[in-house]
DNA sequence: TAAATTTGTGTAACTGATTACGTAATTAAT
DNA sequence: ATTAATTACGTAATCAGTTACACAAATTTA
């Protein structure tokens, strides 16, 4: 298929689904060919029976990779050809215990040659080949167990996204972005209070004229996420992490994190020692990134914020 | 899954179709991630649509290897979230003229950020495999483009089986089944003449002890074949193919013609010109295998069978 | 130009799998 | 000894495709 060639690799699900088709296509005229009275889909929970001893549903479900369903639906078609037989078992009542009859023993024995030209036929045609399908499938198998593909995009996206984020230093211009994202995120879930207005009203001579630092997170050079790096009159901590706040519309970008780890940084080349930080428990993504970074909760610290219910500190290594 | 290392490549049908599964399982999440309202299976046609400008159910089957009805429903669905609309074509009542929308379009231009991202994925994966399976299917598609897997399987069962034929020369042991072999096929098909009986309870005298042969195929030691050579009192022609019987329950399995070839190579070693045979048209198997061993339809010999229809002769180069 | 054939499309039924759910039997926990 | 949780497995609904069929429009043939 050209097509696949254009769309890229995007499209290896639909281009994986035809070849199975396509392989899967002749395998009900290979049976008549041997003149075996068997369906297709019957094989896997067919060859399973035949290796073993008898096995019940779910053991073969597990054994052939399918849900027991499936394996249920198969067996009640071999029953009607008379190819396996059902019994209860007797210690446990809930188990069906399948086994092969003569008839499907009989059937076993004649695919046999059937296997052996099929084997041989696939051999052949993988000769031709480069690339060996059958072991690029085991290499699939076993890298997707690992992680799966939706793990690895998700990588890939955080890695894109973080290399369009540039973490830049405060200019009066951010002023108004720095209030108006705060106020959003604080309104939505809390009332906004007193020292909120005095910092985000004033940054200039509330936090920066006081030794503090804020950064601002441009995503393709727009300003969607702000953090603030209070200075703090306090013998156990140097520096404060607050007024962070991330813009909606860039959630699942990194920029979060890109923009904690920056303050962070921050803080350390200014030389301190211990960072300290206020949050609401509700605020579960905020508390997950803060644990991230090293942040342990701490309790005691006197607060002018009534949402505070969890207060933090990083010591910095 | 350790399951398809035991059953050998016959199984590759539900290996790729389990592999598939789960390639395709992350799919919706992936669109999810990106915030793309679009269902996985929508992609092929998404993408073709998106690429050239409108186009015909019939033409976005053909472009992604889907059936029609299959577009169709597609179509259908996506109708419905905005994103296609159909027009009928002026010039050709029949026609249903699909494009995109600029909602379509807006998801088409969204979408490229994912395209990127999952291919990096694959791309990443890929890289951690000996075997590349991308590359390892367009063989494969190319492969049984060029010949079936079905082919591929019945070549396979013929070599196996010939290797299991054996010709061997008469001996007064195999007169039994040289009658009885004969008396069924004529005996099917026609009456028994004069002739055959002559040749059939007496072959000693009426073939061998005149200067012919016959042979017998024994499949796994067992006589299911014969073919005699009988020498002709002929100016033009050596010998005659005549008695040629195969058990119907060996059929297939390519008896007919290594008997029929031993019999050409004998009247080869024996000096032979030229071959002659006598059949009846509605035995379509045997004059299609006369046919491939090189024996040309003639007419206008003399003939005591009454079932005979077509002459053939083989001219030994 | 009428009749036969081909083409484009939609609808219905089927297929080989799945997930969702219900129920009975067994096992674990209090 | 109950009660709760787990396990085995069957039935029903769903899913993403298919083939079969019907029908109208266009094209080819006689």
């Not at 290796?51 to 399918?66: C, Y």
């Not at 031709?128 to 085991?138: D, S, V």
């Not at 009203?201 to 601002?216: A, C, R, S, T």
């Amino acid at each position: 298929m050209d097509f696949f060639e254009q769309t890229g690799k995007v499209a290896i699900g639909s281009r994986l689904r035809m070849l199975t088709d396509k392989v899967t296509e002749d395998a009900a005229n290979i049976y008549q060919l041997y003149n075996i009275d068997m369906q297709p889909k019957w094989f896997p929970v067919f060859y399973s029976l035949s290796q073993g001893e008898e096995k019940t549903i779910t053991e073969l479900a597990k054994a052939i990779g399918h849900s027991h369903p499936s394996v249920s639906k198969i067996i009640g078609e071999m029953l009607k050809k008379g190819y396996v037989q059902e019994s209860r078992d007797k210690a446990d009542g809930r188990r069906n215990v399948v086994s092969l009859t003569d008839a499907g023993r009989q059937v076993a024995y004649k695919i046999k040659d059937q296997l052996i030209d099929v084997d041989a036929a696939i051999e052949e045609l993988s000769a031709q080949t480069q690339n060996k399908l059958w072991e690029a499938i085991g290499e699939w198998e076993f890298l997707l167990e690992q992680k799966t593909l939706l793990r690895r995009v998700m990588e890939k996206k955080k890695e894109r996204d973080s290399a369009k984020v540039e973490i830049v230093a405060y200019k009066p211009e951010y002023q108004e972005i720095f209030r108006a994202l705060n106020v959003e995120w604080i309104s939505t879930y809390f009332e906004m209070e007193e020292s909120d207005y005095k910092a985000l009203d004033n940054p200039q001579g509330y936090i920066l004229d006081k030794g503090g630092h804020i950064l601002v997170a441009l995503y393709e050079g727009e300003p969607l996420g702000v953090c603030a790096l209070i200075k703090m009159n306090d013998e156990e901590y140097d520096f404060e992490l607050a007024k962070m706040a991330v813009s909606p519309k860039a959630q699942g970008k990194n920029i979060g994190f890109l923009l904690a780890s920056a303050i962070v940084e921050k803080a350390k080349s200014l030389g301190a020692a211990k960072i300290y930080l206020e949050s609401n428990t509700i605020l579960k993504p905020a508390i997950n990134l803060y644990h991230k970074l090293g942040f342990k909760k701490v309790a005691g610290k006197p607060t002018p914020y009534t949402r505070c219910n969890i207060q933090m500190e990083l010591v910095i290594g």
